[in-house]
């Protein structure tokens, strides 16, 4: 099996790059951005509908809905009633 890389991007630091975009009839629904200057990087996921669906950040910590997590994960919800199962 292959199991070289799927997608290469190399560009200069300090820029932003749309590394993935999921297209239907030609609209963009998905994209999965990366963000980088120096060793400070970033890996964000976004819809059609909302920005920041989930950004890793170089530090480890991971946001939904948040671009700058505080904590090693942290959640933002518009509404006060939030679900969680742990297993």
Sequence with gaps: SDEGDAIITNGADGGRYDVLTV????????????????????LTLNSNAASNIMHFASDGKVGINDSSPAEKLTV?????????NLI
């Design 23 to 42: 297209q239907e009839n030609g609209n963009e629904r998905w994209n999965l951005s990366f963000e980088g200057s120096g060793s400070t990087n970033s």
């Design 76 to 84: 933002l919800v518009s509404r006060p009633k939030v679900v969680m």
